[in-house]
């Protein structure tokens, strides 16, 4: 995705538990919305542009997808109490 030009100032951290969801939902006429959800608080992730879509949103878009595939299959990996990819055991 490029390099970043600002560090960020704060951090939230959102917990998956029971009720924790992603969804995406795409719409004929606007840009998609993927929505996450953790008990009380909603996430809603869309393009800074509801009518049109840049190479920097697509780019964004498969750098979430990237990452959100690799945080899948670490916590696979633990789930299994397979080695993390980084030599321990979870």
Do not use: W
């Not at 939902?25 to 996430?43: A, K």
């Amino acid at each position: 995705m490029g390099q970043r030009t600002a560090q960020p100032v704060s951090t939230i951290s959102l917990k998956t538990g029971p009720g924790a969801s992603a969804v995406n939902h795409p719409y004929p006429q606007r840009s998609p919305v993927l929505g996450l959800v953790f008990g009380g608080v909603q996430v809603l992730v869309t393009t800074c542009a509801a009518d049109h879509v840049t190479a920097e949103d697509v780019e964004f878009a498969r750098c979430l997808a990237r990452e959100a595939a690799s945080f899948a299959r670490s916590v696979e990996r633990m789930f299994h109490g397979l080695p993390n990819g980084r030599g321990v055991v979870a």
